[in-house]
């Protein structure tokens, strides 16, 4: 059982900047599949991005490239999104999310990946105009 808590948050005006972070919890694993997922509202759930703990490969869904950035911190168990030049259409709930099974991570991952096992409980960003 692996138990994800995401903090920082918050409202920002269009071309602002947020990072979010993600702390693991719970039962340790040496290499993991984590990633960010956002829902608006009325809209579908999304992948946003995703690294490999291990090799720290990164993955990037088209609409976020050159603009977020995903890291970890192994030792704190730690997840990181950092958002730049944030739009108006970034605005959603952002969830943490992992899986055990690190082929998850892959080069097809992007807006439609399948949910990974483990998901906190989100947080908000919301993006004004």
């Known amino acids: 059982q692996v138990r994800l808590l995401e903090s920082g948050g918050g409202s920002v005006p269009a071309g602002g900047s947020l990072r979010l972070s993600c702390t693991a919890s719970?039962?340790?694993?040496?290499?993991?599949?984590m990633g960010w997922f956002r829902q608006a509202p009325g809209k579908d759930r999304e992948g946003v991005a995703a690294?490999?703990?291990?090799?720290?490969?990164?993955y990037y869904a088209e609409p976020v490239k050159g603009r977020f950035t995903i890291s970890h911190d192994n030792s704190a168990r730690t997840l990181y999104l950092q958002m730049d030049t944030l739009e108006p259409e970034d605005t959603a709930m952002y969830y943490c999310?992992?899986?055990?099974?690190?082929?998850?991570?892959?080069?097809?991952?992007?807006?439609?990946?399948?949910?990974?096992?483990?998901r906190g409980q989100g947080t908000q960003v919301t993006v004004s105009s």
């Open positions: 719970g039962k340790t694993y040496s290499r993991l599949c």
């Open positions: 999310e992992t899986d055990l099974n690190v082929l998850r991570c892959n080069d097809r991952f992007g807006t439609n990946s399948p949910a990974f096992t483990y």
């Open positions: 690294i490999d703990t291990e090799t720290a490969t990164t």
